[in-house]
């Protein structure tokens, strides 16, 4: 018999919150993680783009220095993250056997500052100077390692790594996990600190960056048409996937069901989305499939509008495509308007807002978007959060990256 994944505990650090209530709360009031780098780095390379969406509180106020020094900044996040969602969810080393307990945590790029801080180490000082711990450091399954030795967890350390898709691919992952029967609790989400110089440089030399240095704050526009690209973000996301069963037997607050999630490929350009939304499109039809919902019975999306000039109508076309004209009935929100986009962490933060929406009973705001694209008719929620219809509702939250992949999470109220 399948088991029903049900959403426990909720942890997150954010460019507009520290924790899981900062967080949320922002994301209704339309706050901006934007703001100048202040770094010696943007004047020594020249950076085109020289502003991001950095976390807005520093690891050091949660790890202790051991941990920071032993662990590359996406470590730290993830391990941030997942220690809150552990707490939120009320577990403890007696509350799940340490066997049925898995991780499932993904990331885009890994210990990117690991790894480049190591070869200049290495080029200016020699390899005696090479830290040890480098390897472990710069291993993208780094952060699901971190957090199954941090609380436990020896039902395995998983890592998707899908671009932008990651931390939803990794909710796939979890959500089969729990349903058959392979692990009671799962711990997963995703991370990304790759706010360095060289992916800032790369990402702008792709043209993907928006170049607003003057007005960094106004900078991510998903949906409007004067929208120039993503402004880089980073940090984590982490929720507790539980069997039903096991949570209602300890007396675990539910905060919703993850009812179906779907994970697909574009084959079609190693950057651009599929004009069509082909792939996008069999992800969402996938997902509610799984889920046993309608797309009528759709009430919000959390969407993945990065506010590039090529990458948010393609995603219109793929809901318009299942939705039909039940599309114009959905409250959509861009949230990467306010927390720039954070790669392998943007599903994870964005799916505990969709999780937030359906336990709250209210969708949070897009901002920026002062001339929205014609090309992009949806209801998107801006100037206040959006009341959702009373009783049981459906949300997804979507995920695409580079590479053509394409992950959705359906999550349902209970």
Request: aromatic residues 4%.
């Amino acid at each position: 018999m399948t088991r029903k994944a049900v959403i426990t505990g909720l942890g997150a650090t954010t460019p507009i919150g520290a924790d899981v209530p900062t967080f949320w709360q922002n994301a209704l009031q339309g706050v901006s993680g934007a703001r100048p780098l202040e770094q010696e780095w943007v004047a020594e390379y020249e950076l085109p783009v020289k502003f991001a969406a950095q976390l807005a509180e520093a690891p050091g106020e949660k790890l202790s220095r051991v941990e920071l020094k032993r662990m590359d900044p996406t470590t730290q996040y993830g391990v941030i993250a997942a220690r809150e969602a552990w707490a939120d969810a009320g577990l403890s080393e007696d509350a799940v056997e340490a066997e049925r307990l898995t991780v499932s945590f993904g990331t885009g790029i890994g210990g990117v500052w690991t790894l480049l801080d190591g070869w200049d180490t290495l080029r200016n000082k020699g390899p005696r100077r090479v830290l040890p711990m480098t390897v472990p450091m710069l291993m993208p399954n780094g952060p699901a390692a971190a957090i199954s030795l941090d609380l436990g967890a020896r039902g395995g350390a998983r890592t998707p790594v899908s671009a932008c898709a990651s931390g939803t691919e990794a909710l796939d992952m979890a959500r089969r996990l729990i349903e058959n029967g392979e692990a009671d609790v799962v711990i997963s989400g995703g991370t990304e600190a790759a706010i360095h110089p060289l992916p800032i440089a790369a990402f702008a030399a792709m043209q993907a960056l928006s170049k607003r240095n003057d007005d960094p704050q106004a900078a991510s526009r998903p949906y409007d048409k004067d929208r120039d690209g993503f402004v880089l973000g980073e940090g984590a996301g982490a929720l507790i996937i539980e069997s039903e069963e096991h949570a209602r037997a300890r007396g675990a607050r539910i905060y919703g069901e993850l009812a179906g999630t779907a994970v697909t490929s574009d084959s079609f350009h190693i950057t651009a989305p599929d004009d069509e939304g082909l792939g996008a499109a069999r992800a969402l039809r996938q997902a509610l499939s799984v889920a046993g919902a309608e797309p009528t019975d759709v009430v919000h999306v959390n969407a993945h509008a990065t506010s590039t000039p090529v990458g948010d109508r393609p995603e219109y076309v793929a809901m318009k495509s299942v939705f039909g004209d039940h599309v114009d009935n959905i409250a959509v929100s861009a949230t990467k308007s306010q927390t720039g986009h954070l790669l392998g962490a943007s599903g994870a933060i964005e799916s505990i807002l969709t999780v937030l929406a359906l336990h709250e009973g209210k969708a949070p705001l897009t901002i920026n978007l002062d001339h929205q694209d014609p090309e992009i008719p949806l209801d998107v929620v801006t100037g206040t959060p959006r009341a959702l219809p009373e009783g049981q509702k459906v949300a997804i939250s979507n995920s695409f990256g580079f590479g053509g992949h394409n992950s959705v999470a359906v999550f349902r109220s209970v």
